[in-house]
């Protein structure tokens, strides 16, 4: 993923989805403030569920983009566990606006995955994807938007490459008005 900031063409940031088996999947991240010529780059720590004190064993599928206010932010899978269990997550990360500073100041959940035992279902969330409004005549001019398929499941073992029954496939959308600090709840679009 790459994105170019609006205000500011020579503010780059660039991601990348990795394997790293048998530790699984990291993201790593490049940025660069003067239009390509120097750049850092580094390993983007996978963020945390919330409430759970386990360090994320994974980190998947890169989105990235910049805020209004030209914060660079990324949106990012991470989870303690395999896809499909309820410790993993969708999560939105701001970072600096200094082009060498790859560290995220504040991370919000978007989406997360969730176990009904009872029921003997769950949610997953996969393939998320972020666009930012930075129409001049828009009135939601700096919304940030993030969107991801929900798949509900049964409860059989899940995982990348391992076949699980699909009882319903939603396209979910969440909304920030805040620049990424925090997320509305996912609504249906299709």
């Given amino acids: 993923t790459l994105a170019i900031d609006p205000s500011n063409p020579d503010r780059i940031i660039v991601g990348s989805m990795y394997d790293l088996a048998p530790r699984g999947f990291r993201i790593w991240m490049w940025r660069t403030g003067d239009g390509g010529k120097t750049w850092a780059s580094g390993l983007l720590d996978p963020p945390r569920m919330p409430k759970v004190d386990i360090e994320p064993k994974w980190g998947a599928d890169v989105v990235a983009g910049f805020a209004e206010d030209g914060t ?42 969730s176990v009904d035992s009872a029921a003997r279902r769950r949610v997953i969330y996969d393939k998320p994807w972020l666009v930012v409004d930075h129409q001049l005549r828009s009135s939601h001019r700096g919304t940030i938007y993030v969107s991801s398929a929900a798949m509900t499941t049964g409860m059989g073992i899940a995982g990348g490459g391992r076949a699980w029954t699909i009882y319903a496939s939603r396209l979910v959308l969440a909304a920030s008005r805040d620049g990424g600090r925090t997320f509305g709840a996912p609504v249906v679009v299709a």
């Fill in 72 to 113: 660079p932010v990324v949106t990012t899978m991470s989870g303690v566990d395999e896809l499909g269990g309820d410790t993993v997550g969708t999560f939105v990360s701001r970072f600096p606006r200094s082009p060498v500073l790859l560290a995220p100041t504040s991370v919000a959940p978007v989406f997360l995955h």
